[in-house]
């Protein structure tokens, strides 16, 4: 394509020439290469090998999953937090109580996003010992997405839920300030022998705050029912956005139901967990702060309850037919998804392709790989 | 006060002048007669007495709770669905499996409000054995309210989650038509000895189906993002309503996610349960259809994992802290709520001054009154 057909092209159509500027910026990372990046950097800062490993899988899980927000973008993140001692890279697991079935575990500022898989992996023992397993941990960090807990037990064919509080963003129904995190939670089972599980990742919060950002980027407004500004008032400005709406938004949409289900998650992942709730918990933006955070997890074994195969066919069936009901106008084109299909497509785009890097994760990676001497590319 | 002065009343205030009169003409019941009454219909029908005590304990903790639409304003429904074989009265609880921690029961077309509350009995047990306790109910009946069956373990100082599945009334999300139940998902965890437990009950569209009701016989809009009219349209008018939205509305405020917990619960209840899900259930309106739901409960000892009364505390403190959330501007009057309180509050309310009954629920108590010569009144 010669210069000036390009020019033509962006006259044309602005909004596709933008996409297109977009995706031909975004440089693309085999997943395999991206992981041992992570894991080099993490090592580096006296994270153990096995952790290290750990850690990456779940950033390069996310980055897989289309779900950029939390995957290798958050590196620097993570970097700094260790670097300013809010993550102890060195701290491991302790078990505080336990019983065959249940646990509870201090990560001790640890980095979760090794120590919270160490206690996936023990809540899917007790659930393969006894039918159901679940477990806390307490004093932990963020632990990127919930749903690679959730996968994780699927991928050895149990069913999961998972979940971890967050630093405060969200305002109660009726309430002006933020009082409570997006509080996740993720949830699969297993669809047959070399099938992905079905996972379904929510943030009980109407949004995540990564879509405020965007649309602040973008100059985008938001639609209603999304967020509030300082003084309480709906807002469709992103600049004016200051606390985040609960699933549902407003009290005359039910976001008192989106409120409900972030208490309970903070319920299981604070008091339950010996730990903190609410607002007593760091921002993930305030680097420096013991996060203070909490999670819990549950697994159950598929065969105590069906035989796996026949509750695998059901389940895809039951997704078939969703994916097969008639779309709403104006939905046509796409139709109608199962909960985890975008996910899924991403998945097989990253895997074939690589996983695309936007320009600025890129040079975040880059300053990163200077800093502490780690090739980013082999 | 003369009728002279009442009449002025009513003349300078409409609106006041409204209320007074539908609290007039509420009649009040005291909760252990309702409860009397409800069990002697059940017994009339075959149920044996004990059951029929269960059965009555639900409904009543229902309407105690202010959750109408699933008190005795349903008792016209089960007797129904009783006359027309729909449910067996006599059937029992069959076991299909059953580890120390979990189980799978089979409640054969039998009355859900008396075998589920037995299924959650042996849940309870399970977690007092090992922990944490899971179990299903598949073949089972409209159970109630979810609440009651996390009341029901939070009453003996554990925690636990209630999940049943229902007859397709939502739209998935970019769907035409209803393919997924309003399928709730309840919590509770105890707060303390002599304290009423913290309970959220919530179902997973975006309201239940009794509010499009109550909008149409009001004449009232409803709010933008809880129904789609039958091509699949979003609409505000209760009388083109057809399908109810998912929690969080249409695609662009989340809707998906809502949609998600709905398959989520589905999956528990229907495939888990070896049960039927979505559009195979029979709708609760439709009388003399198997229904074929599936039920799902988890319960889990406080003390497997934290003190118990350090727990309470915190879960106290929590939902103080809340409590005492800056209002938004417009709810300076009521300030925020934690989830539960207008449950509390009602609970409270009708336990001093009896169960306040709708003219029509009171007509149609007195009409199976009459049918079954079983009076209504001591």
Same mark, same amino acid.
């Given at each position: 394509?010669?210069?000036?057909?390009?020019?033509?092209?962006?006259?044309?159509?602005?909004?596709?020439?933008?996409?297109?500027?977009?995706?031909?910026?975004?440089?693309?990372?085999?997943?395999?290469?991206?992981?041992?990046?992570?894991?080099?950097?993490?090592?580096?800062?006296?994270?153990?090998?096995?952790?290290?490993?750990?850690?990456?899988?779940?950033?390069?899980?996310?980055?897989?999953?289309?779900?950029?927000?939390?995957?290798?973008?958050?590196?620097?993140?993570?970097?700094?937090?260790?670097?300013?001692?809010?993550?102890?890279?060195? +701290?491991?697991?302790?078990?505080?109580? %336990?019983?065959?079935?249940?646990?509870?575990?201090?990560?001790?500022? $640890? *980095? @979760? &996003?090794?120590?919270?898989?160490?206690?996936?992996?023990?809540?899917?023992?007790?659930?393969?010992?006894?039918?159901?397993?679940?477990?806390?941990?307490?004093?932990?960090?963020?632990?990127?997405?919930?749903?690679?807990?959730?996968?994780?037990?699927?991928?050895?064919?149990?069913?999961?839920?998972?979940?971890?509080?967050?630093?405060?963003?969200?305002?109660?129904?009726?309430?002006?300030?933020?009082?409570?995190?997006?509080?996740?939670?993720?949830?699969?089972?297993?669809?047959?022998?070399?099938?992905?599980?079905?996972?379904?990742?929510?943030?009980?919060? +109407?949004?995540?705050?990564?879509?405020? %950002?965007?649309?602040?980027?973008?100059?985008?407004?938001?639609?209603? $029912? *999304? @967020? &509030?500004?300082?003084?309480?008032?709906?807002?469709?400005?992103?600049?004016?956005?200051?606390?985040?709406?609960?699933?549902?938004?407003?009290?005359?949409?039910?976001?008192?139901?989106?409120?409900?289900?972030?208490?309970?998650?903070?319920?299981?992942?604070?008091?339950?967990?010996?730990?903190?709730?609410?607002?007593?918990?760091?921002?993930?933006?305030?680097?420096?702060?013991?996060?203070?955070?909490?999670?819990?997890?549950?697994?159950?074994?598929?065969?105590?309850?069906?035989?796996?195969?026949?509750?695998?066919?059901?389940?895809?069936?039951?997704?078939?037919?969703?994916?097969?009901?008639?779309?709403?106008?104006?939905?046509?084109?796409?139709?109608?998804?199962?909960? $985890?299909?975008?996910?899924?497509?991403?998945?097989?785009?990253?895997?074939?392709?690589?996983?695309?890097?936007?320009?600025?994760?890129?040079?975040?990676?880059?300053?990163?790989?200077?800093?502490?001497?780690?090739?980013?590319?082999?």
């Amino acid at each position: 394509m010669t210069g000036a057909t390009e020019e033509a092209t962006i006259s044309a159509s602005g909004i596709a020439a933008d996409e297109r500027r977009a995706v031909d910026s975004e440089r693309r990372i085999p997943a395999a290469r991206l992981h041992q990046f992570i894991a080099a950097v993490f090592a580096h800062l006296g994270v153990s090998a096995v952790n290290a490993a750990r850690a990456a899988d779940s950033l390069v899980i996310a980055d897989l999953r289309g779900i950029t927000s939390h995957g290798v973008a958050r590196l620097g993140m993570y970097v700094a937090q260790i670097q300013t001692g809010a993550i102890d890279p060195r +701290a491991t697991l302790t078990t505080i109580r %336990e019983t065959p079935a249940t646990g509870v575990y201090d990560a001790d500022d $640890g *980095l @979760a &996003l090794a120590l919270a898989p160490e206690a996936m992996d023990h809540c899917i023992d007790k659930a393969l010992a006894t039918g159901i397993g679940m477990v806390t941990v307490g004093n932990s960090t963020h632990f990127g997405i919930a749903g690679s807990y959730a996968i994780q037990a699927a991928r050895r064919g149990l069913g999961a839920i998972a979940m971890t509080n967050a630093g405060p963003l969200v305002a109660p129904t009726g309430g002006r300030t933020p009082m409570l995190g997006t509080n996740p939670i993720a949830f699969a089972v297993p669809t047959g022998p070399d099938r992905p599980p079905f996972v379904f990742d929510m943030a009980s919060s +109407a949004v995540a705050y990564g879509k405020i %950002e965007n649309a602040r980027r973008a100059n985008k407004p938001l639609a209603l $029912g *999304l @967020a &509030l500004d300082e003084h309480g008032f709906a807002t469709t400005d992103p600049h004016m956005a200051r606390s985040l709406l609960p699933l549902g938004g407003e009290q005359a949409t039910s976001g008192y139901k989106g409120y409900g289900l972030a208490v309970l998650v903070d319920i299981l992942c604070g008091p339950l967990a010996s730990g903190l709730w609410g607002t007593h918990l760091a921002s993930v933006q305030r680097i420096g702060n013991r996060a203070g955070l909490g999670h819990a997890f549950m697994a159950w074994r598929i065969d105590a309850f069906r035989d796996p195969d026949e509750f695998a066919h059901d389940v895809r069936q039951l997704l078939d037919e969703l994916r097969a009901c008639p779309p709403a106008p104006g939905d046509d084109v796409t139709g109608v998804l199962a909960p $985890g299909d975008p996910e899924l497509a991403a998945t097989r785009a990253n895997e074939a392709h690589g996983i695309a890097l936007h320009p600025t994760v890129w040079a975040d990676l880059e300053a990163i790989s200077r800093q502490l001497g780690i090739p980013l590319e082999a």
